[in-house]
């Protein structure tokens, strides 16, 4: 064997092929261990991440989350109605004229898709005028508007000692939450508020889709 080359061949075939090949053995097993304890933990981490997150949607507060889902559809409509119903916006159409262009579709502008996310950039800009609201006779708690807009009149509005000011921190809750909502549901609420019939928007939106406020048809079956 002295003097052999690096693959020498003998009987036993080639001796620095066979040595190599003994000692990567373990080399390998030890890499293949390694790769599955990789694995084992990516996969405990995916778990973990997936509890936490579920608890979290789980701990959030309905009586917040309910509140400002139905504040949004409020703000939004009160919105929407300030638009001039005559007032329209070209849209594409997908159909094309003779020449090859696109057709232009001329739709409400206040129910437009554009509208609409303009208007969700600053909704929750709003909540500041929103405060916790006790009613006197069932003790029902929710977030009600509390600042009377401009135009409307101040007879609509509840009576302002049942409303908790616990200063700056519950109107940035709502905000929050408000933000929460809008991020999470922003093709939803743009769906729904973009229709022609505007009926049961508060069920479907924090009833049905969001599932933080309780469907009152749902509760009336139940009775």
Request: one cysteine or more; charged letters at 30%; proline letters at 4%.
């Amino acid at each position: 064997m002295i003097g052999c080359p690096p693959l020498c061949l003998t009987e036993r075939g080639y001796t620095r092929a066979e040595h190599v090949k003994t000692t990567s053995e373990p080399e390998l097993g030890v890499l293949r261990e390694a790769i599955k304890m990789t694995a084992w933990v990516i996969q405990m981490m995916v778990m973990v991440l997936s509890v936490f997150t579920g608890s979290s949607q789980g701990k959030r507060d309905k009586v917040l989350y309910c509140s400002a889902c139905k504040a949004i559809v409020d703000e939004l409509n009160h919105s929407i109605s300030q638009v001039d119903p005559k007032k329209t916006i070209n849209v594409g159409s997908f159909r094309l004229n003779p020449d090859g262009t696109m057709k232009d579709k001329k739709v409400p502008f206040a129910r437009s898709e554009t509208h609409l996310s303009e208007l969700l950039d600053g909704v929750c800009n709003s909540m500041s005028d929103y405060a916790l609201y006790v009613d006197p006779i069932t003790q029902h708690k929710q977030y009600r508007r509390f600042a009377p807009r401009s135009s409307a009149s101040t007879d609509d509005f509840p009576d302002f000692k049942n409303f908790q000011f616990d200063g700056p921190e519950a109107s940035n809750d709502i905000k929050f939450a408000c933000e929460t909502l809008v991020e999470e549901l922003e093709e939803e609420i743009i769906s729904v508020l973009s229709r022609d019939r505007q009926e049961n928007v508060h069920e479907e939106l924090c009833s049905r889709v969001s599932d933080y406020c309780e469907d009152s048809s749902r509760a009336n079956e139940e009775l």
